[in-house]
Nanobody, 126 residues
Framework: TVRVVESGGGSVQAGTSLNLSCVVTGLPFDAYRMGWFRQAPGKAREGVACLNRYGSLEYADSVKGRFTISRDNADNTLYLQMSDLKFEDTAMYYC????????????????????WGQGTQVTVST
């Protein structure tokens, strides 16, 4: 059974930082593209950042220069370092694994990911 578990969310002030983690078990983590997504109330889920098995990555324009995605394959963990947080970053953040056939690609399309976590809430106040 594949499990994806996010942690690290919380309530913070605008301009501060927060680090999210995602532990994945049940699949060969280092062979999969991983992504972070978010969904704000009343909005569609959107891709934030992704990182493939070879280290290629992609960011949404809205987070470039502020968020950093990384992975520790030894610990089966995906990270999202978020800095200079803004009110509009408020959302439920999800970690997801793409299909093994896409391990060498980068994509922020939600439909290219197969396994999802339950999410961790990030709330940014002004």
């Amino acid at each position: 059974t594949v499990r994806v578990v996010e942690s690290g969310g919380g309530s913070v002030q605008a301009g501060t930082s927060l680090n999210l983690s995602c532990v994945v078990t049940g699949l060969p983590f280092d062979a999969y593209r991983m992504g972070w997504f978010r969904q704000a109330p009343g909005k569609a889920r959107e891709g934030v950042a992704c990182l493939n098995r070879y280290g290629s990555l992609e960011y949404a324009d809205s987070v470039k220069g502020r968020f950093t995605i990384s992975r520790d394959n030894a610990d089966n963990t995906l990270y999202l370092q978020m800095s200079d947080l803004k009110f509009e970053d408020t959302a439920m953040y999800y970690c997801a694994a793409a299909g093994s056939e896409e391990s060498s690609m980068v994509s922020l399309r939600e439909d290219r990911y197969k396994t999802w976590g339950q999410g961790t809430q990030v709330t940014v106040s002004t």
